[in-house]
T-cell receptor, first 115, second 108 residues
């Protein structure tokens, strides 16, 4: 596998379900990001992890819970979501130092539908 | 707080025409990126602009950066249908912030 991968690619869940999104980067980067993309807000930063430490939480509701066990893996745990949470969830990674630092490489996204 | 503004947000143009997308940002930065997103797909990096006066070209797209004016432009020359997509600019401050995107539709 190369680049940034995300699983699953599509997810349909009820409001009472618990599910997790997974992101893995094979680029040797040390920062990872979760974004939400919907018709209302084209690209909304949710969480940032630098060297496995969460450095940003953009007022995201607690029904979204991120986890970063190491610099290559990032999870987004979902529980008791609302229909308005239906969106494309994108994961990205970047290097924090070096010539191409900060340039973000995106995964293919998970299309989430909450019913 | 860093603000990144793109205009126009929607652009419909005919094949063969030229047009420019603008990206203004509010805080000093010397690093700006342009991304492309096809419908239902992820973001793909197009250009990295690292210094004042930087100009990059790829095919029918040319990007430039004026750090003093805090402005980047993405110029489209002789548009073709394959360029239809949403284009995002992104600026690095403490981290990367994206503009709202410009949805470009090229019609025959």
């Amino acid at each position: 596998e190369t680049g940034v991968t995300q699983t699953p690619r599509h997810l349909v869940m009820g409001m009472t379900n618990k599910k997790s999104l997974k992101c893995e980067q094979h680029l040797g980067h040390n920062a990872m990001y979760w974004y939400k993309q919907s018709a209302k807000k084209p690209l909304e930063l949710m969480f940032v992890y630098n060297f496995k430490e969460q450095t940003e939480n953009n007022s995201v509701p607690s029904r979204f819970s991120p986890e970063c066990p190491n610099s290559s893996h990032l999870f987004l745990h979902l529980h008791t979501l609302q229909p308005e949470d239906s969106a494309l969830y994108l994961c990205a990674s970047s290097r924090l130092t070096g010539g191409d630092s900060y340039e973000q490489y995106f995964g293919p996204g998970t299309r989430l539908t909450v019913t | 707080e860093l603000k990144v503004e793109q205009n126009p947000l929607f652009l419909s143009m005919q094949e063969g025409k030229n047009y420019t997308i603008y990206c203004n940002y509010s805080t000093t930065s010397d690093r700006l990126y342009w991304y492309r997103q096809d419908p239902g797909k992820s973001l793909e990096s197009l250009f990295v602009l690292l210094s004042n006066g930087a100009v990059k070209q790829e095919g029918r797209l040319m990007a430039s950066l004026d750090t003093k004016a805090r402005l980047s432009t993405l110029h489209i020359t002789a548009a073709v249908h394959d360029l239809s997509a949403t284009y995002f600019c992104a600026v690095v401050y403490s981290d990367m912030r994206f503009g709202a995107g410009t949805r470009l539709t090229v019609k025959p």
